[in-house]
Each structure stands twice: as structure tokens, then as C-alpha cells.
């Protein structure tokens, strides 16, 4: 076999992008494979850049864009988003999964994806924290969700609404990755696995009804790489972009850009969900400063770690739709006095109806896209609505005799009565983007794969990332995409393409 052919190629090294990397390699009779645009720091954390490990904030480096809006933020690296991200962990709802089974059948049902969830769970090392790290602010947080009613749930599972403790994939302040979860030494050391860093992919050459090649620019210079199976695995806005560039898409967009269309599938690059939110700022008492900095200085100050999930307007009927966050801590954006802090309560639109698009601007694969969260933007406002739900919520929570003593609101328009410009221009992310190569079922025209990932019209291409979600869960979807991409690993090393 030649150095540029294998038997399966997963293009995209991230959260997902490890996982089929390492499960598809398992089997020693099988070449893998893993391109990824971005440096590959190697399995021992020790070769790691310190910011990407330190988990108590989110680094700013490996990304694809800097200084643009928060919701383009992406990691460009082996291990992905999981290298920059909160380190936060949970799971959607019963709603969720009958979303998902509704487009891509019974194995995405809550029970069925359940061994590929503990898979992660286990792989991650994710683990609730421990309660001598939890700082004053977030003890106070619990409390202030008992005060106003609320019973503890377990966030790393189905369930009820209520607050509770998210799973974090940090280690005494360490982020652990999924590249170091999954691509450690030994996975490494076999011999039919290959890592490719640098290189990104440019398009997939499609010939009749199969994918024969992937031009890949490594350091700048184009290359074909061949493979029996083409896995995408390069996110939610980096999977359509590359079947866009490869002419798969909406055939007149494509066109527009100089693009000949090889295969019309209208739902490659729309139905992007994602997930706004507001925060609400407090104005931390001395006392609470005082005990942050103590926190700071024992290296147990991450930045929230207790979240309460709720059923505001249009929540669908088992499930929730609402994340309300209490934080304190070093702020997300800029800085602060030393000895000063953060504080405030976000709320989360986790089930939007809202939808955005990905869009190229250009052939070129460096080009920036044109991302469109759409928050927001629902013609019914549903989303409105529900958001200023959320945001009663947290005015409540910061109301309640455990956190008023810590921080206080300050004056103004309560954020709820804000107009919808306004409560618009203040969204920010979640940065929790699925859906833009949905699954569904065979009559969705918008549908772009199965329920194993499978797309339409191809017999040897697999899309298998946060892209596939048709709905974002109620979740953070770090945990939810790394069991689909367990999911998908098994349905292609057991389904006929294995
Ligand atoms: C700032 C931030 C904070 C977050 N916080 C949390 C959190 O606390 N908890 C949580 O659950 N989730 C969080 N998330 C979301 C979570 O990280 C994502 O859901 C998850 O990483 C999605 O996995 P993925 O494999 O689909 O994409 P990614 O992990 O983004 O991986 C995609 C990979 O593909 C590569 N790629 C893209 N295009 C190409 C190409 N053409 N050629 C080669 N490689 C390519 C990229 O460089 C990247 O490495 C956060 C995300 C961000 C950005």
C-alpha cells in the first residue's frame, strides 16, 4: 500500500475526529488515517503549550480565527475544541433523543446510546467535582437553587429538570483532552495508524457514486490521499464547508461560487443550531473577592460549576430548554485587577428553534466562512421568549438570600424587559454548534445523512461530528458528540462499510 493510501481516512482531528480515529484503529488489519489542519502536541501532556492544559480558563490559541465574533471561535489542533473548551459535561433530555430517533432511528434513543455515553464518560476520565474544590460562590449557588426550589439531578445523565454538579474532564486543574483521552502512547505506537497535523482538507474528488480521493494541502503543498472509506469529521462548521468545496450542497449556491455541483443536497451547511445566552452581571461584595482569591491561590477556581436546568416557555413536554449559570471567577474576556472578580448569572437557550447557516465565501480553503448563528431569529419569537424566561430565572437565583449576600444586581432595566434588538445584541454562545449535515429520514429533502452517518447518494462517505445532530441537544455537547462519534465507530466497523 502506498504512504497516501489507507484503508480509512478521517478527515478533521477533533473531539469526534479522535475517537474514530482510535476506535477505527483498533482492528490491526485496518490502515487509519487522522487529518487534522492544526499542530498535533503528541500524547504525553508534558509536549503540551501550558495555556491549552490549564483548565481553569479558555485559551485563545490553536484557533482557526482570532479577534472575531465569540460564536466563529473553533480550535485548529489534534484534540479539537475539547483543547479550548469549559471542560463542562452533561446530557440532554428523553426530548432530545426522541428528536434524534425520529431522524436516524432506535439507536439514538436515550437507552441505546447509553454504553457509547459511558464509553466517553470513561475514556474522558470525567468525573463530578470534588466538593473541597467547589468555591463559596458555587456552594451558595446550590443552595440559592434549593432556596427557590429546586432538587439536585445528575447533569451527566437523562432526567429531570433541577441543578446539579456538571462532569469535568479537568484533573486538579488540568483539561484533559480528547486527544490525550483517546490518541495516548499505546493507541499511537500502532503501526497502522497515522496522525497527518497540517493539513487541511480541501475537497473530495467524487467519481460516479463513490468518493476516489481527498486533496489535502500538508504545510501548504496540495497531496491526494486515497481510501476505501472517507470519514468527515471536522466539525460543525469545518464538515459542511468541505462537501460544499467538493460540490456537494445546494447545487445553485455552488454554482454561484465557481463550484460544479456533483451531488444537489440542499441541507449541507443550513440548519446550524446554536445556542445563545445572556449574562446578567453582579457586583461582587469585598467578602467574596476575598474568598475567590483564596480559591485562586489553592488552583481551584474554574470558572462555574454548578448549573441548575430548567423548563421555561416552549420547552418541549419531557425535557428542558433552559441552562441558567451562576458564575464567579476571572472573567471570560479581558481582565481584571488582581484580587478582582466576576460575577453574574447566564441564561442559556439550549433548545432554539432559531436556525443559522455555513456558508463558503470562496473555493479557497483558507477563506474564512460566512457563519450565521441565526439566534434569535425565529419568525413565531419563541426563542424570545423563552430566553426571557431563562433571564427571570436568573434574576431570581441572584435574588435569593444565599447569593444576594455574596453579589448584588445592580440598577437598570431588568434584562427580561430589555426589547428584542437589544436582548439580540446582547446574545453571546454557548459555542455548542450541530445540525449543518443533519440526519433524517429518507423523505427529508434536507436530510444529509442516515442514522449511521451515511451520505445520501455516496456509497463510501460517512459524516460523523456535531455536524450529524439534526437538533442541538439540551446539553453542552462536548459529552454528546464524543457518543455519537463512539456510536457512529461502531455502526461503521460492524455495518457494511466496515
Ligand atoms: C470556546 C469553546 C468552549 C466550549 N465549551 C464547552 C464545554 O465546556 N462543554 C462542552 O460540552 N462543550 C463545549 N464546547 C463545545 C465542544 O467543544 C464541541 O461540541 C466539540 O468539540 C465538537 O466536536 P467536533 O468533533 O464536532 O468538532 P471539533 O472538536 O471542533 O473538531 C473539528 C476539528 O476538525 C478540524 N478541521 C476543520 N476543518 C478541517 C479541514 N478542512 N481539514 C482538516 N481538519 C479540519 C479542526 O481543526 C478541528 O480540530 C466549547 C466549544 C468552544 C469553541
Request: hydrophobic share 45%.
Amino acid at each position: 500500500m502506498s504512504a497516501d493510501r489507507f484503508d480509512v481516512l478521517v478527515l478533521g482531528g477533533g473531539v469526534a475526529g479522535c475517537v474514530l480515529a482510535a476506535r477505527l484503529g483498533e482492528d490491526p488489519g485496518r490502515s487509519v488515517c487522522l487529518v487534522e489542519a492544526g499542530p498535533d502536541h503528541g500524547p504525553d501532556p508534558a509536549g503540551w503549550p501550558a495555556p491549552l492544559l490549564d483548565a481553569r480558563a479558555l485559551p485563545r490559541q490553536d484557533l482557526w480565527e482570532r479577534k472575531v465574533a465569540a460564536h466563529r471561535f473553533r480550535a485548529r489542533v489534534v484534540g479539537g475544541s475539547s483543547c479550548v473548551n469549559g471542560c463542562w459535561n452533561t446530557w440532554g433530555s428523553e426530548a432530545d433523543h426522541r428528536e434524534w430517533v425520529r431522524a436516524g432511528g432506535e439507536r439514538w434513543g436515550a437507552a441505546a446510546m447509553e454504553p457509547y455515553r459511558d464509553a466517553a464518560v470513561r475514556a474522558m476520565g470525567l468525573r463530578p467535582v470534588p466538593g473541597r474544590e467547589l468555591s463559596p460562590w458555587a456552594r451558595a449557588a446550590a443552595d440559592a437553587a434549593r432556596e427557590l426550589g429546586h432538587a439536585e439531578v445528575d447533569m451527566g445523565r437523562t432526567g429531570e429538570p433541577g441543578y446539579g454538579f456538571p462532569l469535568l474532564n479537568a484533573h486538579d486543574g488540568l483539561r484533559r483532552n480528547a486527544a490525550l483521552a483517546y490518541l495516548g502512547p499505546e493507541v499511537r505506537a500502532r503501526s497502522r495508524l497515522t496522525v497527518l497535523p497540517h493539513a487541511v482538507a480541501d475537497r473530495l474528488l467524487v467519481r460516479g457514486d463513490r468518493v476516489d480521493g481527498v486533496v489535502v494541502l500538508v504545510d501548504g503543498v496540495p497531496r491526494t490521499l486515497r481510501a476505501e472509506r472517507y470519514v468527515v469529521a471536522a466539525g460543525a462548521f469545518g464538515s459542511p464547508a468541505l462537501l460544499l468545496r467538493s460540490g456537494i450542497g445546494p447545487a445553485g449556491e455552488l454554482r454561484a461560487l465557481g463550484i460544479d455541483p456533483v451531488l444537489d443536497l440542499p441541507g449541507v451547511g443550513a440548519n446550524l443550531s446554536d445556542q445563545p445566552g445572556v449574562f446578567v452581571p453582579l457586583a461582587p461584595t469585598p467578602e467574596l473577592d476575598a474568598a475567590l482569591a483564596a480559591k485562586e491561590r489553592d488552583g481551584e477556581l474554574y470558572v462555574s460549576r454548578v448549573l441548575l436546568r430548567t423548563a421555561g416557555a416552549h420547552a418541549p413536554e419531557d425535557g428542558w430548554n433552559l441552562h441558567v449559570l451562576p458564575s464567579a471567577g476571572p472573567p471570560l474576556f479581558g481582565s481584571l485587577p488582581p484580587g478582582r472578580y466576576e460575577a453574574g448569572v447566564s441564561a442559556f437557550l439550549m433548545k432554539p428553534a432559531s436556525r443559522g447557516s455555513v456558508r463558503l465565501t470562496s473555493a479557497d480553503p483558507l477563506a474564512p466562512l460566512a457563519l450565521d448563528p441565526g439566534f434569535l431569529t425565529d419568525p413565531e419569537g419563541h426563542d424570545l421568549a423563552a430566553l426571557r424566561s431563562g433571564l427571570e430565572t436568573a434574576l431570581a437565583l441572584a435574588g435569593t438570600a444565599a447569593l444576594k449576600g455574596l453579589a448584588a444586581l445592580p440598577g437598570g432595566t431588568a434584562p427580561h424587559l430589555l426589547g428584542d434588538d437589544e436582548l439580540r445584541a446582547r446574545a453571546g454562545t454557548y459555542w455548542h454548534p450541530a445540525g449543518t449535515c443533519a440526519m433524517g429520514p429518507d423523505d427529508d429533502p434536507a436530510a444529509v445523512v442516515d442514522g449511521e452517518g451515511r451520505v445520501r447518494g455516496l456509497a463510501n462517505l460517512t459524516v460523523a461530528d456535531a455536524s450529524v445532530l439534526p437538533t442541538v441537544p439540551a446539553a453542552n455537547t462536548q459529552l454528546p458528540v464524543l457518543a455519537t462519534a463512539e456510536l457512529l465507530a461502531a455502526a461503521l466497523t460492524t455495518g457494511p462499510g466496515a
